[in-house]
Structures are given as C-alpha cells and as structure tokens.
C-alpha cells in the first residue's frame, strides 16, 4: 500500500512564495511519476505540475508556468512543488498523486491511482 502525505501549505500574501512537499511510502517510488493537482471550492480537480520518475521531464498548466516548479528527490521518497509569486487565484487544496503506472507521467488525473489527504493553499489579496 502507498501512502502520500503532502504538508507546506498555509496562508499567504499575494506575491508570496510557499514549498509544498509530498512524502511518500514504498519502495518503487523513483519508477513513477508524481502529479500536483488542486481543488478549489465549487470547482473540479485540475492538474497543476506533473514530473517524470526519473525527474528529467516536467509539465506544467499554463496558469501556473514561470511561478511553479515541480522537483523530486527520490532518495527521500519526495516531490516538491515550489509555488512562487502567488495569486489569490491559487487559492485550494493541494494533492499530490502517483501516476498508475511505472515510468508513465501524465496530465489527466483519472490516471494516478494513489493519492494524499490534501494541504489547504489560502492566498490573500
């Protein structure tokens, strides 16, 4: 069973910067890829940043490029995603999510299986 725990999230300033993390059990982690995804009051899940498993390759909504980066440390059994320049827009949960299957990434999040509890991103104008 793979567990995800995302933390980081919190109350900021428009303009402010925060580093969500997901820490993440099991042992085949570095063979998958890991999603940001993010859930606002009313509104669908919809993808933000998504990194391949070995790191080289990542993707991004177009809403979040140039503020967002999306990074991996596969010997902790992490993903970050570093959100700079924050907009009261950027206001939702925070999910992280591993892709269903190995070596795969993906921007669709019917295809991750796995994922954390949430962490609240509240942006103040």
């Known amino acids: 069973q793979v567990q995800l725990v995302e933390s980081g999230g919190g109350l900021v300033q428009a303009g402010g910067s925060l580093r969500l993390s997901c820490a993440a059990s099991g042992r085949t982690f570095s063979t998958y890829g890991m999603g940001w995804f993010r859930q606002a009051p009313g509104k669908e899940r919809e993808f933000v940043a998504a990194?391949?498993?070995?790191?080289?390759?990542?993707y991004y909504t177009n809403a979040v490029k140039g503020r967002f980066t999306i990074s991996r440390d596969n010997a902790k059994n992490t993903v970050y995603l570093q959100m700079n320049s924050l907009k009261p827009e950027d206001t939702a949960v925070y999910y992280c999510?591993?892709?269903?299957?190995?070596?795969?990434?993906?921007?669709?999040?019917?295809?991750?299986?796995?994922w954390g509890q949430g962490t609240q991103v509240t942006v103040s104008s």
């Open positions: 999510a591993r892709h269903r299957t190995v070596y795969i990434t993906s921007r669709n999040k019917d295809t991750y299986d796995y």
């Open positions: 990194i391949s498993w070995n790191g080289g390759t990542t």
